[in-house]
């Protein structure tokens, strides 16, 4: 790609005109033009002022890629730090979701900076389709949304994915949370700081009839992610509810998170991209 492509290129996916990218860098329109045309070139000393003005890097403007994966990375990293902290998490899903369409062979939207309206409401964002995918190697879902983004890739273990699946302990992990109450509490610990209570106060916060401790307790602990213990306290004793630690609460939400993702993409677009000319479940355990 020329120079003269690559600015015309980079400008339009900014979403500049020729007038406004020149008055960001302190010249006419008509000089923009001309780069575009390839009938003149920037002085160099423009340079850091034009790449900056559209979010890119001097190598970019001339649609140099360099093949060290460092390079890479700390080009991100700026692009990254470029933005106020708090939107730094949703520029981090842009990437995350180019990258993810660009593995799978799709044409991600550029990564554009964005537009005033979005920042101030991200609702405004523009909704792209979400997509599966389903390699013979991995499995995978982008749920591209303004309200709730989700990524996930995951690749197939290498004993298939019934070395993970067939495992006679799952239906007991998720067989509780079709109880109502047993779900207000579970979800009662992940909102709580820190992730462990009485089990009683646990009841009584979930809106639970305290009636139902012992069973709602013995139900949570079958999940195998919380643990109901009994503790002496000044010589009484209290039944005691904890969520593991952190990492495993943040697991559990994103799973949960995840299910109602899948089951909200067919109210939008959404296709398959991959392919599997075998049967998922086909390979057993070696073990």
Request: glycine letters at 6%.
């Amino acid at each position: 790609m020329t120079f003269a492509e690559s600015i015309r290129r980079l400008r339009t996916a900014a979403g500049l005109s020729q007038e406004s990218l020149g008055e960001r860098i302190g010249i006419s329109g008509q000089a923009v033009s001309k780069w575009e045309t390839a009938d003149s070139l920037p002085d160099p000393s423009l340079l850091p002022a034009l790449a900056d003005a559209l979010n890119v890097s001097i190598d970019a403007l001339f649609d140099h890629r360099p093949a060290e994966p460092a390079h890479l990375y700390g080009e991100i990293g700026a692009w990254l730090a470029s933005y106020p902290e708090e939107e730094r998490t949703g520029q981090l899903f842009r990437i995350m979701a180019a990258a993810f369409r660009l593995y799978f062979g799709e044409e991600p939207a550029p990564l554009a900076p964005l537009s005033e309206e979005e920042r101030k409401d991200p609702s405004h964002a523009p909704v792209t389709r979400s997509f599966q995918i389903n390699r013979q190697d991995g499995n995978g879902v982008l749920y591209d949304c303004a309200t709730f983004p989700f990524l996930s890739l995951v690749l197939e273990p290498s004993g298939g994915w019934a070395s993970v699946l067939r495992d006679e302990r799952i239906p007991g992990w998720f067989a509780p949370l079709s109880d109502p109450d047993v779900y207000r509490c579970l979800l009662t610990l992940c909102a709580s700081e820190p992730s462990h209570t009485e089990l009683s106060v646990l009841m009584k916060k979930s809106g639970v009839d305290p009636a139902r401790a012992e069973e709602v307790g013995a139900a949570l602990s079958k999940m195998g992610v919380i643990t109901v213990e009994t503790v002496t306290v000044n010589g009484q004793k209290r039944r005691i509810a904890s969520l593991w630690n952190m990492s495993m609460r943040n697991m559990i939400v994103t799973l949960i998170a995840s299910v109602r993702a899948a089951y909200l993409r067919n109210r939008g677009h959404h296709r398959g991209t991959g392919f599997r000319d075998r049967p998922l479940m086909e390979k057993e355990s070696s073990e």
